[in-house]
């Protein structure tokens, strides 16, 4: 971009829902600009997976797992996050983008995403009201900080360090921490 060219304008989630860059990068909106996301690491994908398996196997419907996850607030034009995966007790219709009304978001962090993923992600992940319970899991060691809705403006946060046991009242359903990262860490 030269001096003289004009800024880019901020896209709206509708626009970056359709928008095409030509490549298999997948991208986050993030202030209505683009924002591509690195290559996860095998323990990111190990997790994400074993994530997956543990929620899917304990969830009774209408509930489902939803893997790559997009994350739309209603009021927020300019931002559409993809989680590594939520759950949603909605429907789903054919073609849906955004996850409806989800549960539980999940977010995988690694060195280089902890610091946003903990940050502005899990703040407006809370701004949700769907939204019942927020899983950070570290992907470096065995840790998991579980956030649960008290209220409407309420959370309160479990620090699981090693083995443990998550729990979901939102679903009725725990999981141990020893499920998800067996053979990972």
């Known amino acids: ?15 970056f829902l359709v928008w095409d860059d030509g490549t298999d990068i997948r991208y986050e909106l993030v202030g209505g600009q683009p ?32 893997s790559e996850a997009g994350i739309r607030l209603s009021d ?3 931002i559409y996050f993809q ?8 429907p789903l219709k054919p073609g849906m983008v955004p996850v409806p009304d989800p549960t539980i978001i ?8 902890a610091q946003f993923d903990r940050g502005r992600k899990l703040a407006i992940y809370r701004e949700i009201p769907s939204v019942q319970e927020i ?9 998991a900080e579980l956030w649960h809705r008290e209220d409407e403006r309420s959370w309160v ?6 083995d443990g046991t998550l729990h979901f009242p939102s679903v009725g359903i725990e999981i141990p921490m020893a499920a998800l990262y067996e053979g990972v860490l």
Do not use: F, N, Y
């Open 1 to 15: 971009m030269r001096m003289s060219d004009p800024a880019p304008r901020p896209m709206t989630v509708e626009e």
């Open 83 to 90: 989680a590594d995966v939520a759950v949603t007790c909605q």
């Open 76 to 78: 927020h034009e300019d």
């Open 106 to 113: 999940v977010e995988i962090l690694s060195p280089s995403t």
């Open 157 to 162: 946060v479990r620090d699981v360090i090693g």
């Open 35 to 66: 924002v591509a996301m690195a290559p996860p690491a095998a323990t990111h994908g190990a997790l994400a997976s074993a994530v997956m398996i543990q929620l899917g196997t304990r969830l009774r419907p209408p509930c489902r797992t939803i």
């Open 135 to 143: 899983l950070l899991l570290d992907s470096t060691k065995r840790r």
